[in-house]
């Protein structure tokens, strides 16, 4: 089992920036892909960035792409996802994920989710 928690989330202004962070534990190995995922009230769930634990390749979706930046720290098992120029449409919560496929955007192929953070742009 893995466990996943988010941080970070919060109220901000339309323009303005907010990093989320993730701690993984658990049986977490270093092959995996690490993701952030967003929900918004009444919509589905969508892929927003993702990076390989191990070769650091990133993958973004194209509404974070320039924007949001994925990053990692080994030593912590922590996933960042700073975000930049946040919009009102960017409001959601984001969940952090992780799956042993690498690059995966789909979130079923994901089976370990954290509880998510909400992130709230008020224009």
């Known amino acids: 089992q893995v466990q996943l928690v988010e941080s970070g989330g919060g109220l901000v202004q339309a323009g303005g920036s907010l990093r989320l962070s993730c701690v993984a534990s658990g049986r977490f190995f270093s092959t995996y892909t690490m993701a952030w995922f967003r929900q918004a009230p009444g919509k589905e769930r969508e892929f927003v960035a993702a990076?390989?634990?191990?070769?650091?390749?990133?993958y973004y979706a194209d509404s974070a792409l320039g924007r949001f930046t994925i990053s990692r720290d080994n030593v912590k098992t922590m996933v960042y996802l700073q975000m930049n120029s946040l919009k009102p449409e960017d409001t959601a919560v984001y969940s952090c994920?992780?799956?042993?496929?690498?690059?995966?955007?789909?979130?079923?192929?994901?089976?370990?989710w954290g509880q998510g953070t909400q992130v709230t742009v008020s224009s």
């Open positions: 994920a992780t799956s042993s496929l690498y690059g995966t955007r789909s979130s079923r192929e994901y089976p370990y």
């Open positions: 990076i390989n634990w191990d070769t650091r390749r990133t």
